[in-house]
Each structure stands twice: as structure tokens, then as C-alpha cells.
């Protein structure tokens, strides 16, 4: 039996497997059985920020092994001091808690807005979600969780929690009140279409947090860490959350989710309220400095500036010579989507013959989410690869 007939068997299935067999992963390039190297956009859905197997977290990974793994939260490890302190230096926040995984980190964020709503009032409780926002799986993050098909299998909803669309100035004044401890927001939807919060969106958000004294929760777990060009994407914005998420990136491969604390909540949870076996893993946190570390380099920065404009100059080009198959390119930096409409699956599969692997996320769109690190003839075998097959798309498939 090969791997994927295995996997059927003893795997409980509920993802859509590609038809590979990786053996190898490095930088950008992932390596099947048979030697046959594809160019991957996945990059393990924005985790790999820096490439696969990156010298410099494989080599802070050894350094921890040789100390050791895991010692239980009644240790303060250093690799998590030295992660958490990176964290507060660089953003809003004073304190962080580790968990594990983005859902995590948010059942964290969500307790802590229940128990500041509660400070003030017993019954502030209740919570405001964006309409096609992803916020996890756990019962919490997914009532959250703003497509109606990921929660409605499970029963009865979490509640208190209204979903208001995007950029819908209106629905979001009329459903914040004095009861709302928290508003819950991507400042860029990645499961939900690359749709991107704008700016009387957001000042609305300020002012009603103002006014109602709700608490404004990004979950950042996959726009963070220069994703989208900037540390983190609400920096865009004329607003600064209270308490924010991430995870993917931030293990440099490892599960590791963050909860960052500004000093208002810092008071907030407090010892027996919350906590995690595994949550900031010393292993985790130690690849997780690493590509800290890298990321905060001013030279890497500027770099990356470059090629994310020049990324996005060349996806404009190819959409204007392409606009019958490119509806729209949305998202910013490395965290991009082309709304390819029905032709999705189709370039998918055209890609993949050519060795390069796409994502699609909300059925239509094309996620772009190459590693940080991606080099300029990476770049220029990705726009091969799609300039062959849209320029064949009208002959070969007819127009749709
Ligand atoms: C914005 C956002 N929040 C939360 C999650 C959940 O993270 P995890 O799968 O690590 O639980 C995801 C995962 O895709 C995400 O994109």
C-alpha cells in the first residue's frame, strides 16, 4: 500500500490530500519519492515564514535539544522569555501567554474578554465576529468563526455572539452595545477570500470600543509576523487592538500560538483562570526567536519590501493581460488571492502538472502565500508557470 492508501486507512478523513508523496521539504521547494521538485505556495499555510528547514531555526532547535524539550509551565524557560520579550518590544503588548495552535490562542483571547466584560458588568458577555472570519476549530474559535457551515453540525451556538459583514459600517453600530466585551477581526480574512478591512471600517471599530469600552481582539495568526508586509497588519490601520493572536509562523514549523496582552488586560487572567501543558514548548519557542530574530532585521525587511512590490507589480500585469480569468487580486505582501472564479480548481491542477503548488481558499480564489524568504527566480518560475497556462486558458478550456 503506498502513503495515501495508508492514510485513508489510519487517518480519520477529513482533509483533502493532494496527490503527493513528499519526502524532502527545503526553502521553498518540496520534494516527492520519485526526485520530482514542485515550488510550493503552501508554505504549510503561512508557517513557513522563513522556507522550510531554515539553517538558522533548525540551528536554534539543536541548541534547545541539547538542553532539553519540555519541562512543564512550573519552569520558566529561557526560549520563551527570550520570544515573548521580542513580542513585547516589537508591538502594543506588555505581557504574552503561549498555547499551542491559532484556536488556542484565541479561546485564551475569548476567556479574557468574558472575564473583562464581567469585571464591569455580569452580564457584558457578548461578542461581535466578522461574517466569513476563520478564528479555529475548538467550540469557542468556531462559534466565532464567521461561515455558518463550519459551526451548524455541532448544535446549539455559543451565545451572544453577532456576525456583522466586513466593511459594513451600519451592521457593526447596530450590533455593538454596552454588552459587548470584545470584537473579534482579521484585518485580512485569509479562509475567508483575502477580504481586507478598510478604513472607516476600522475607525468605527475604535470609536465603538471607545464608547462601549469593548475590547478590540485581532486575531493575527495568520497576517502576522510581515505576512502581509508590515509586523502586523493592523499597523495599516488607524487603530490598536487591545489583545491580538498568532500562531502559524511563529513556531518556525512547530505549533505555537501566542496570546499579546496590552497593559490595559494584562490583570485580567490570573493564576488557575488559564494555562497549557504544552504551551510555549521551549522546542517551539526556540525556532520561534529564530525567526523572530531574522524577521526584525532591517536589512531583511527592506529586501522583502522590494520583492513584495515587485510581486505585486508582476500579479498586476498578469491581470491585465489575463482579466477574463483574474477577476480581482485582493490581500497584501506575501498573503495574496486572484479571484479566479470557476476557473480555480482547474489552474490548480494545471500548476500542479507544472510543479507548482496552489492553494485555493473560498472555492474561487487563489491563495499566494510563498515563504518571506522567496527568491527572485522563484518569483519568475511562479509567473511562468501561470502566464503558460493562462495564455493557453481560451483555446484549451473556452472562455467561461
Ligand atoms: C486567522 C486564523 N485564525 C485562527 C486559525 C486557527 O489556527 P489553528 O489551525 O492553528 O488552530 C487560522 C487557521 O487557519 C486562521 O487563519
Redesign the pocket.
Known amino acids: 500500500m503506498n502513503l495515501l492508501d495508508q492514510d485513508r486507512k489510519y487517518i480519520l478523513p477529513i482533509y483533502k490530500r493532494l496527490p503527493l508523496e513528499i519526502v524532502k521539504a527545503e526553502g521553498m521547494i518540496l520534494t516527492d519519492q520519485e526526485g520530482k521538485e514542485y515550488l510550493d505556495f503552501y508554505s504549510g499555510?503561512?508557517v513557513h515564514t522563513l522556507g522550510h528547514r531554515n539553517e538558522k531555526v533548525l540551528e536554534a532547535m539543536r541548541v534547545q535539544m541539547e538542553n532539553f524539550l519540555h519541562l512543564s509551565n512550573y519552569f520558566a524557560a529561557p526560549s520563551a522569555v527570550t520570544l515573548a520579550k521580542l513580542l513585547v518590544e516589537n508591538s502594543f503588548a506588555s505581557k504574552v501567554f503561549f498555547a499551542n495552535?491559532?484556536?488556542?490562542a484565541?479561546e485564551a483571547m475569548l476567556k479574557l474578554a468574558r472575564k473583562y466584560g464581567r469585571s464591569i458588568r455580569k452580564d457584558k458577555v457578548k461578542f461581535v465576529a466578522l461574517e466569513k472570519?476563520?478564528?479555529?476549530?475548538?467550540y469557542g474559535?468556531m462559534n466565532l468563526t464567521g461561515t455558518p457551515a463550519y459551526r451548524e453540525p455541532f448544535g446549539e451556538a455559543l451565545e451572544g455572539i453577532t456576525h456583522v459583514r466586513i466593511n459594513d459600517v451600519d451592521g457593526l453600530r447596530s450590533a455593538v452595545d454596552q454588552n459587548t466585551c470584545g470584537i473579534f477581526f482579521?484585518v485580512i480574512q485569509?479562509?475567508g477570500g483575502l477580504r481586507e478591512m478598510e478604513e472607516p471600517f476600522a475607525l468605527e471599530l475604535k470609536r465603538l470600543s471607545e464608547k462601549f469600552d469593548a475590547l478590540l481582539l485581532a486575531?493575527?495568526?495568520?497576517?502576522g509576523l510581515y505576512r502581509t508586509g508590515t509586523l502586523f497588519a493592523y499597523e495599516t490601520l488607524p487603530l490598536t487592538p487591545h489583545a491580538m493572536?498568532l500562531?502559524?509562523g511563529l513556531g518556525g514549523g512547530l505549533?505555537l500560538?501566542a496570546l499579546l496582552l496590552s497593559k490595559k488586560v494584562e490583570h485580567v487572567l490570573r493564576p488557575g483562570d488559564h494555562g497549557s501543558t504544552f504551551g510555549g514548548n521551549p522546542l517551539a519557542c526556540a525556532a520561534g526567536a529564530a525567526v523572530l530574530e531574522e524577521i526584525l532585521e532591517k536589512e531583511f525587511q527592506e529586501k522583502l519590501k522590494v520583492k513584495m512590490d515587485l510581486f505585486l507589480e508582476k500579479l498586476k500585469a498578469l491581470q491585465t493581460r489575463y482579466p477574463e480569468v483574474i477577476k480581482e487580486i485582493r490581500g497584501r505582501g506575501y498573503m495574496v488571492g486572484l479571484d479566479v472564479g470557476e476557473a480555480s480548481e482547474t489552474i490548480r491542477e494545471e500548476a500542479m502538472k507544472r510543479q507548482l503548488l496552489l492553494n485555493i481558499t473560498g472555492g474561487t480564489v487563489l491563495r499566494l502565500l510563498p515563504a518571506l524568504t522567496m527568491e527572485k527566480k522563484e518569483m519568475d518560475r511562479f509567473f511562468l508557470v501561470m502566464e503558460e497556462i493562462l495564455s493557453t486558458w481560451e483555446g484549451r478550456y473556452g472562455s467561461e
Do not use: M
Open positions: 499555510i503561512a495552535s491559532g484556536a488556542e484565541n472570519g476563520f478564528h479555529g476549530r475548538t474559535a482579521e485569509g479562509e486575531d493575527e495568526v495568520q497576517t493572536t500562531a502559524k505549533p500560538g
